[in-house]
T-cell receptor, first 114, second 113 residues
Framework: DAGVIQSPRHEVTEMGQEVTLRCKPI?????LFWYRQTMMRGLELLIY????????DSGMPEDRFSAKMPNASFSTLKIQPSEPRDSAVYFC????????????FGPGTRLTVL | AQSVSQHNHHVILSEAASLELGCNYS??????LFWYVQYPGQHLQLLLK??????LVKGIKGFEAEFIKSKFSFNLRKPSVQWSDTAEYFC???????????FGTGTRLTIIP
């Protein structure tokens, strides 16, 4: 398996622009997670899905952030409008159903908002 | 709510030194515990995990961790580090019912050749 795939790997945009990050989980995994990593706050869970349904979005910073999972093999995290404080590395992870399972992380998208 | 504390923010060691990174969590129920490693410029990879059974867990690359329930700790150890162990190490705890992972702030490990 190719692992969790994220695109783009790097994104540079200007403040106010819309940004869309994409994730393809490992085939057969039931859970998908979006994390944000910054120097100041470390790794934060933003939202996670189970069988394409959002379960917990309490980590989403504000209404500018939205996430969707239209099917089992694709998810997006959108920021509109983007702000410089959104600059971070965004990781997607996936795992099998509940049980003795670990989360597998993608390579991340490094977002820079100027 | 769960929380994870990693008190060592940056550790610098010489090659062949022994390593112990601290991890404490706060949660009253059953937990799953993990250590992840992030090598420079790479994504997180699992080093080891504890779900139940033997509290001494062996992981990849010679790492091990010991779950001490009475101390709410899950410290990571390696008897002899190598330069290639330079990375950031994250402890994480999961409520097995909620599936949600909570990470510590990470410990940066620098190994001097």
């Amino acid at each position: 398996d190719a692992g969790v795939i994220q695109s783009p790997r790097h994104e540079v945009t200007e403040m106010g622009q819309e940004v869309t990050l994409r994730c393809k989980p490992i085939s057969g995994h039931d859970y998908l997670f979006w994390y944000r990593q910054t120097m100041m706050r470390g790794l934060e869970l933003l939202i996670y899905f189970n069988n394409n349904v959002p379960i917990d979005d309490s980590g989403m910073p504000e209404d500018r952030f939205s996430a969707k999972m239209p099917n089992a093999s694709f998810s997006t995290l959108k920021i509109q409008p983007s702000e410089p404080r959104d600059s971070a590395v965004y990781f997607c992870a996936s795992s099998l159903a509940q049980g003795y399972n670990e989360q597998f992380f993608g390579p991340g998208t490094r977002l820079t908002v100027l | 709510a769960q929380s994870v504390s990693q008190h060592n923010h940056h550790v610098i060691l010489s090659e062949a030194a022994s390593l112990e990174l601290g991890c404490n969590y706060s949660y009253g129920g059953t937990v799953n515990l993990f250590w992840y490693v992030q090598y420079p410029g790479q994504h997180l990879q699992l080093l080891l995990k504890y779900f139940s059974g033997d509290p001494l867990v062996k992981g990849i690359k010679g790492f091990e961790a010991e779950f001490i329930k009475s101390k709410f700790s899950f410290n990571l150890r390696k008897p002899s580090v190598q330069w290639s162990d330079t990375a950031e190490y994250f402890c994480a705890v999961r409520d097995p019912v909620r599936e949600k992972l909570t990470f510590g702030t990470g410990t940066r490990l620098t190994i001097i050749p």
